[in-house]
């Protein structure tokens, strides 16, 4: 630090100026973690999409394998060179969950995973190393864009394929009265009922807790910090209770008079809590008087959206399923086809722009993928999926006169999984079909048992789907775990 004095112009007052020459504190400090440690000689970058905008999960979209050893040492010495994070606990309010995976492969054999977050307060993650961040080093974050782009760099492929996924686990968590209600918003839990009593589990296994009995139906609220109920004698089937997830406390919620849920399917049975609420976990959806409205639980009084009465009158063959972000509405009317609108979504009554049109028959199914892109429909015997925003459609399989009783997406809006049985034969006779979006490829997933129906897609990382059984004398409520991703 140094001093130097001057005088004003303008009479005998003297300004002190003071010149501070501050350089970072050096990491790595002797004997320090290094984020990237050893003789890397491989790199593979992998960008991640971030969870905004829509409702889905991250995904994989572009890799690149680096070969080259002094590109590869200059990028690990970078990383490890940036100043270490300092202070409490920092707001990062931007960060969607967009990052780079780096994956440096050592000379023995070794693998050290690095995550470079885009948003939000970038940060650079090689635990138990101390973090850094992006901000102290304005050329690392172009290199490593510019080679995940570059020469050598492929598309990313999706992350499950029907043609090869597997299951890793079956648990049975209910086996007289069950039924698989929800994946919760992180996959960190899961809700289920057994005879009427309400659990909450932690999905990756311990101790189920009970929340309530008595309980008709459930679903988790946004973070899993609440549950949406609906008691098995409420007076009105819209007199719901939210129950505190850690504490168990509960009060009333009342849905408007005549209000229907509505979810992303259609046309497989009354959506129950969980399809209204897996939109976005934040609102409950439903139809009232030809309006769309959503409720937050959280706080029913204070945050409605309510749209205008674009809707259709209620009619035998009507189908109404609302996309993940609640954004935009698909509505099947026979004569009129597939028509999306826009929701308008905001707390006054607005909405309705035709967003697509398509004229087809005989539709008795709607889906909408997490993306809000693509709807899946079955139309006479066939399912087709419709991009809504390009208008492109194909058909993706055949249904061979089958009845659909379930139907999910994972969370990359890539594999749809449909519960198919035999028309007029029991649901307890259903198998689960997986079919890849693209058309390239479906086939049945073998499970220890028939009878899946309801199908709940974890909507975080996709590796649980709960699973309610149909018996000839009972339910049951199953989880099947599926293998683990990189991201």
């Known amino acids: 630090m140094s001093l130097s004095f001057a005088s004003a ?3 005998g007052t003297l300004i002190l100026y003071v010149a501070i020459d501050y350089t970072p504190p050096v990491y790595p400090a002797p004997g320090s973690i290094l984020r990237v440690p050893g003789m890397p000689v491989m790199l593979t970058i992998t ?25 590869v040492a200059s990028l690990a010495d970078e990383i490890n060179r940036l100043p270490k994070l300092t202070g409490g606990p920092i707001s990062c309010p931007l960060d969607d969950g967009s990052h780079l995976t780096l994956r440096f492969g050592d000379a023995d054999g070794s693998h050290h995973v690095v995550t470079v977050n885009l948003r939000g307060c970038r940060l650079v993650v090689a635990a138990p ?36 996924l597997r299951i890793v686990l079956f ?42 009995r008595g309980i008709a139906d459930a679903s988790f609220a946004i973070d899993d910090l609440a549950v949406l109920a609906r008691p098995i004698h409420a007076l009105h089937r819209n007199d719901l209770l939210e129950i505190d997830t850690k504490t168990g406390r509960a009060h ?29 976990l934040q609102y409950v959806w439903s139809v009232v008087d030809r309006r769309l409205a959503g409720i937050d639980p959280e706080r029913p ?48 009554s607005s909405g309705g722009r035709l967003v697509h049109r398509l004229h087809v028959g005989g539709v008795s199914f709607l889906s909408w993928a997490p993306d809000d892109t693509r709807l899946a429909f079955r139309s006479g015997d066939s399912v087709i999926i419709a991009n809504v925003t390009t208008g492109a459609i194909h058909s993706l399989l055949s249904l061979r006169g089958q009845t659909i009783h379930g139907a999910a997406w994972d969370p990359w809006s890539h594999v749809p999984a449909l519960s198919v049985g035999p028309t007029g034969a ?14 390239t490829g479906a086939r049945v997933l073998a499970l ?27 339910t049951q409520a199953w989880v099947v775990s599926l293998p683990p991703n990189a991201a």
Request: overall charge positive; hydrophobic content about 40%.
């Open 9 to 11: 112009t303008d009479g």
């Open 47 to 71: 960008q991640y999409s971030g969870m905004n905008p829509g409702f889905g999960a991250l995904r994989p979209l572009r890799t690149v394998t680096v070969g080259n050893r002094a590109t």
């Open 129 to 164: 190393a101390l973090a850094g961040w992006l901000f102290d080093d304005p050329k690392l974050l172009p290199r490593l864009i510019a080679l995940v782009n570059g020469a050598g760099s492929s598309r990313a492929r999706y992350v499950f394929d029907a043609r090869t």
């Open 171 to 212: 648990r049975l968590f209910a086996a007289t009265g069950g039924r698989f209600l929800s994946t919760g918003q992180n996959g960190q839990h899961l809700l289920y009922l057994s005879s009427g009593t309400l659990l909450m589990a932690p999905a990756g296994g311990g101790r189920a807790r009970l929340l309530a």
């Open 252 to 280: 009333a919620l009342y849905l408007p008079v005549g209000a229907t849920l509505v979810g992303r399917n259609a046309g497989i049975g009354q959506p129950g809590l969980g399809d209204a609420m897996a939109c976005d």
């Open 301 to 348: 009084n204070g945050d409605r959206s309510v749209t205008a009465a674009f809707l259709p009158p209620q009619a035998p063959s009507r189908l109404i399923a609302v996309s993940g972000t609640g954004d935009q509405i698909a509505v099947y009317r026979p004569g009129v086809g597939n028509t999306v609108r826009n929701c308008g979504f905001s707390r006054v």
């Open 426 to 439: 029991p649901a307890w006779q259903s198998h689960f079909e997986l079919i890849n979006a693209d058309g």
């Open 448 to 474: 220890p048992f028939a009878g899946a129906t309801e199908l709940r897609w974890s909507a975080c990382r996709g590796q649980t789907i709960g699973i309610t059984r149909v018996m000839p004398h009972g």
